[in-house]
Nanobody, 123 residues
Framework: QVLLVESGGGLVQAGGSLRLSCAAS????????MVWFRQTPGKEREFVGG????????FYADSVKGRFTISGDNAKTTMYLQMNSLKPEDTAVYYC????????????????WGQGTQVTVSS
């Protein structure tokens, strides 16, 4: 069982930056792929990016590549999403998720989810 808690969302102007955190419930997420999804009302949850179970590789959706960076702490209890050059279209609720095994891009492949944190980018 992995419990996840996101934090760090908020309101920022276009071009600004935010850093989201996803904390595992006091345990390491070693062996789990950790990812970020985002969702806006009326739309399906969209894969943003993730970090592999080894922590050695990261993957990003084309829409955020070059602007967002995913990292994890050495203890593998917290994952971060550094978001730079934010655009209004990045406005969404951001969720972290975890699965044992490789990164997948479909929400249905993930069993463990955080509660989400709102990111709003004003133009």
């Amino acid at each position: 069982q992995v419990l996840l808690v996101e934090s760090g969302g908020g309101l920022v102007q276009a071009g600004g930056s935010l850093r989201l955190s996803c904390a595992a419930s006091g345990r390491s997420f070693s062996g789990y792929a950790m990812v970020w999804f985002r969702q806006t009302p009326g739309k399906e949850r969209e894969f943003v990016g993730g970090i592999s179970r080894s922590g050695q590789s990261t993957f990003y959706a084309d829409s955020v590549k070059g602007r967002f960076t995913i990292s994890g702490d050495n203890a593998k209890t917290t994952m971060y999403l550094q978001m730079n050059s934010l655009k209004p279209e990045d406005t969404a609720v951001y969720y972290c998720a975890a699965r044992a095994g490789r990164i997948k891009t479909a929400p249905s492949d993930y069993l463990f989810w955080g509660q989400g944190t709102q990111v709003t980018v004003s133009s």
